[in-house]
């Protein structure tokens, strides 16, 4: 027994592994770290008067210093940036920093960003986009099990796209960081089951109105990506009609649809506004 338990202890005092992911949620002032082998990452949470707050964040590999960044102008604790100390990019010998930091306002967003070794050796922060919504989901995990951590979230630009926010339907994405730069990785093959669980759970198609046609949007968007044969053919056949929602323009080139004057407004089909919006969204050419 007591040589199981110390089996145990010493399985637990094994070195970690550069894929271990390590949380950091910080709810108070104070100070916060962690490490995985020699990359260590520590925040200084305090009081910067006015009632606000500031994040002092240092990276140092080996004991020097090779990042430092402090997050100012904070009006609350939930505003201290989330970290996550995770592989998510093997072209470098260290794990990455994530980071999410709420900016505050009512839908959005969590401002993401990913703290990494780049090739010349530099650390750098890289953006990866702003989420609507809870941080935790947007925490990047090995979804694939190869010890390198992906971020598995919704394309926020589907939301108000074909519907108003709440009733907006949006495709899940899978990115990641490679070479130092965030890559959207969602059609590789590794991802599909992602793609074919995210169908699953988009649930049923809403009877009618702009919901309806933004959720076959979020689906025509994984069709794509999953490379069907005729990824619009639902879209195209099941579509309500009626909904202006996104679908309408300015014939005054430069004139917002909404200075435009009411006889220059013109409409464009639902098929031909989303085959645009895919597009322009880089889904296809
Ligand atoms: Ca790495
Ligand atoms: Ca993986």
Redesign the pocket.
């Known amino acids: 027994m007591k040589a199981h338990l110390a089996s145990l202890m010493a399985a637990a005092l094994l070195p970690v592994v550069a894929s271990a992911q390590i949380l950091v949620e910080p709810d108070a002032v104070g100070s916060y770290g962690m490490s995985i082998d020699g990359t260590a990452v520590s925040m200084l949470v305090r009081e910067a008067g006015d009632n606000m707050f500031e994040a002092e964040l240092s990276v140092s590999l080996d004991g020097q210093t090779v990042f430092q960044r402090t997050y100012d102008e904070m009006f609350s604790l939930f505003q201290a940036p989330i970290l996550k100390l995770v592989e998510m990019d093997t072209a470098n010998d260290a794990p990455e920093l994530f980071v999410s930091r709420y900016s505050g306002g009512a839908h959005c967003c969590n401002l993401v960003s990913i703290i990494a070794k780049l090739d010349d050796g530099r650390w750098s922060e890289i953006d990866a986009g702003a989420y609507d919504g809870d941080p935790a989901a947007n925490y990047p995990q090995?979804?694939?099990?190869?010890?390198?951590?992906?971020i598995i979230t919704l394309d926020n630009s589907f939301l108000y796209t074909f519907a108003s926010y709440a009733g907006s339907f949006a495709p899940t994405i899978v990115l990641t960081l490679r070479d130092g730069a965030v890559a959207d990785v969602t059609g590789e093959p590794?991802y599909e089951y992602v793609l074919r669980s995210a169908l699953r759970n988009l649930g049923a198609m809403p009877e009618s109105g702009a919901s309806r046609n933004s959720w076959l949007a979020a689906h025509a968007a994984m069709q794509v990506r999953l490379g069907a044969e005729d990824p619009f053919s639902l879209a195209d056949k099941d579509h309500d009609p009626e909904p202006d929602w996104g679908l309408t323009f300015c014939k005054d080139e430069g004139t917002e649809t909404y200075e435009c004057p009411e006889d220059r407004i013109g409409r464009i089909a639902f098929p031909v506004a989303l085959r645009q919006f895919l597009s322009e969204r880089g889904y296809m050419e």
């Open positions: 090995d979804a694939t099990g190869d010890g390198v951590a992906e590794d």
